[in-house]
T-cell receptor, first 114, second 115 residues
Framework: DSGVTQTPKHLITATGQRVTLRCSPR?????VYWYQQSLDQGLQFLIQ???????AKGNILERFSAQQFPDLHSELNLSSLELGDSALYFC?????????????FGPGTRLTVT | AQSVTQLDSHVSVSEGTPVLLRCNYS??????LFWYVQHPNKGLQLLLK??????LVKGINGFEAEFKKSETSFHLTKPSAHMSDAAEYFC?????????????FGSGTRLLVRP
């Protein structure tokens, strides 16, 4: 158990809908990362937050957004969902933002868009 | 720009035989390198990391990896495979100098262990 929690575990929704994925980092970790894992794209970095501020952006669509709250938990919002958004979404956390701090991954949220 | 290439999409070994999962990286500076493992329907678990302290890195569950700058490689090995090692393995690179710590994943190698 990495100490990173994600809810929900599974999510099934229809095209055009909006969903929110939630992540709680390990105790004491200030940085949160979101990744998407799909069969065709593999594992891709979406976005990073550090102590409430956005720190880096990867291949995140404009329909997707995220935030990190004062208690350091993070939410990833996916809107106008398309079939191609079906994937496993991982959250990871690390102690600080840079250097070589390893990231600890949560169990993921499997999103199915029908 | 950084990138990482995992040379085999699938590797099959017999239980008790050595494991070799190959990874080559591309980076214009000394990178941080990691191996993560993903068991079916599970999240990713860190196996080991290289951050320039020592070229031979020991990880969990008997795995180790050697950083070879001249070959730009970071291959993962284990002397004797166990059935529980069957999983997908990801070689990962990042820039230790950056204030943002973005991980770049390889495409993964699926390890099959035959009884």
């Amino acid at each position: 158990d990495s100490g990173v929690t994600q809810t929900p575990k599974h999510l099934i929704t229809a095209t055009g809908q909006r969903v929110t994925l939630r992540c709680s980092p390990r105790s004491g970790d200030l940085s949160v990362y979101w990744y998407q894992q799909s069969l065709d794209q593999g594992l891709q970095f979406l976005i990073q937050y550090y102590n409430g501020e956005e720190r880096a952006k990867g291949n995140i669509l404009e329909r997707f957004s995220a935030q990190q709250f004062p208690d350091l938990h993070s939410e990833l919002n996916l809107s106008s969902l398309e079939l191609g958004d079906s994937a496993l979404y991982f959250c990871a956390s690390s102690r600080l933002a840079g250097g070589s701090y390893e990231q600890y991954f949560g169990p993921g949220t499997r999103l199915t868009v029908t | 720009a950084q990138s990482v290439t995992q040379l085999d999409s699938h590797v099959s070994v017999s239980e008790g035989t050595p494991v070799l999962l190959r990874c080559n990286y591309s980076s214009s500076y000394s990178p941080s390198l990691f191996w993560y493992v993903q068991h079916p329907n599970k999240g990713l678990q860190l196996l080991l990391k290289y951050t320039s302290a020592a070229t031979l890195v020991k990880g969990i569950n008997g795995f180790e990896a050697e950083f070879k700058k001249s070959e730009t490689s970071f291959h993962l090995t284990k002397p004797s495979a166990h059935m529980s090692d069957a999983a997908e393995y990801f070689c990962v690179v990042s820039d230790p100098r950056a204030s943002s710590y973005k991980l770049i994943f390889g495409s993964g190698t699926r390890l099959l262990v035959r009884p």
